[in-house]
């Protein structure tokens, strides 16, 4: 460990292998910004990895993480999973997101989430922010002080409010198509469905499959929640470990990310897994391989959980909750049409995804390369062609 190293870190913060540039240029990212404000306890980062369709939009987290490293690596990892889902959901938007380090419960403060709402204002648009883990609507408020380049805001202020009703609307058709696709039909009348969580997205996704008379089950780590969620959809409540080892024909986590790894592998029975979780396979390439050999049809997470930013979406557009109903229900398709892609390769469906989200960011920027109206060109002698894609 060099001198420069000894002075910002303790020893054990520093992870040796960790290359910043490296990371960015693998990952292909256009920019971090660290945005410091230590009169305002303000530590954050934003990362915007590709604005190819649009600014990038994607929303704010705020963690207590064991390492700055641990900070930068979240939101290098979660503001790329943004582009990918911001591209195979149709939207024209990019990938980005932000983090604040420290304490949800302890540390904030009105000056807190202003000055990050001016570090916001000081991207012009390219990055666009919303609610994530560990913030609240009141947060919200004071960044929306600052700056105009929020989204997501309570209903009463004009915005979309709450997303995870749609969210829950759109992991239930993504459910629905992967059902038609294993099952000849998309009925859920009769299957056994276990759901994971018992959250806000859980509870109305719960909502929906009970109308179609599925035999539910359901698990939280806080047992009331599950049982209130019972309550409201004749669910069966079940230990949060013994969710992994029932015979379902449906499995739907909805609570963390890596549920799918080397060790509940060898418990799962069932024949779809499809949940509103983010990054629900441990390793997408490996777990997303154990699937197909397994017989299980993967619906991929963030196609299926993206009602959530397609409602945001629509809140730059003039909020409209029918129009962002509908074209959350088109998630069912596009599930339909990663399945055919992934069996005519032979991959996995979390690849095909991929796959079809590189394609349409490629397929975009390459028509920016037609010469139209939107660019500048004064017809002075030497002047540059100005493109200009807004
Ligand atoms: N809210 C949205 O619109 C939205 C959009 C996209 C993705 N997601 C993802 O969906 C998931 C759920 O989001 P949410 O908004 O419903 O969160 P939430 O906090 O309301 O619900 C999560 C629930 O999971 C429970 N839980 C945690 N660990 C558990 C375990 N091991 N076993 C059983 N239950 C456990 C928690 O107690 C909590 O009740 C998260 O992964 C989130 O990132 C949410």
Redesign the pocket.
């Known amino acids: 460990m060099n001198e420069t190293m000894d002075k910002i870190g303790t020893k054990s913060d520093v992870d040796e292998n960790f290359e910043l540039f490296s990371d960015l240029s693998n990952m292909e990212h256009e920019q971090i910004v660290f945005c410091s404000k230590p009169e305002a306890g303000l530590k954050a980062i934003i990362a915007i990895h590709d604005t190819t369709l649009g600014p990038s939009l994607g929303g704010l987290r705020m963690w207590n993480y064991s390492s700055e490293q641990d900070a930068i690596r979240d939101v290098l990892r979660l503001s790329r999973g943004m582009t990918y889902k911001s591209a195979i959901s149709g939207l024209n938007l990019g990938g980005g997101k932000a983090v604040i380090i420290g304490d949800s419960r302890k540390d904030k403060s009105e000056a807190l989430f202003r000055a990050f709402g001016r570090f916001v204002d000081g991207l012009s648009g390219r990055y666009i922010t919303a609610e994530d883990v560990g913030i609240s609507e009141q947060d919200m408020e004071w960044i929306f002080t600052e700056t105009k380049y929020v989204t997501g805001i309570p209903k009463h202020m004009g915005g979309s409010g709450n ?2 009703p749609v ?1 829950a609307y759109g992991v239930y058709m993504g459910m629905k198509a992967a059902a038609k696709r294993a099952y000849g039909n998309d009925s859920l009348t009769g299957k056994r469905i276990g759901i ?7 509870s109305h996704l719960a909502g929906y499959i009970a109308k179609e008379k599925a035999e539910l089950y359901i ?4 047992e009331e ?1 599950a049982e209130a969620v019972a309550k409201q959809t004749g669910a069966k409540v079940v230990k ?1 470990d013994d969710i992994y080892t029932l015979n379902l024909d449906i499995f739907s986590p ?4 890596g549920v799918i790894n080397d060790d509940t592998l060898n418990y799962l029975k069932c024949d779809i897994i499809a949940g ?3 990054n629900i396979l441990d390793d997408e390439e490996k777990h997303g391989d154990l699937l197909i050999q397994k017989g299980i049809l993967y619906a991929p997470d963030y196609v299926i ?1 993206a009602g ?1 930013i397609i409602n945001i979406a629509s809140e730059m557009e003039g909020y409209n909750e029918k129009q962002a109903m509908e074209k959350t229900g088109r998630i069912y398709d596009t599930v339909l049409n990663i399945f055919d892609y992934a069996e005519k390769h032979n991959i996995p469906t979390i690849t095909a995804s991929n796959i079809l989200a590189e394609q349409r960011i490629k397929a975009v920027a390459n028509v920016g390369t037609v010469y139209s109206s939107k660019s500048h060109f004064s017809g002075r002698k030497g002047e540059v062609y100005l493109r200009d894609r807004s």
């Open positions: 997303p995870s969210t994971q969580g018992a959250g806000s997205v859980a698990s939280d780590i806080f929640k949060p909805c609570a963390l990310g509103g979780a983010n959980n959530g």
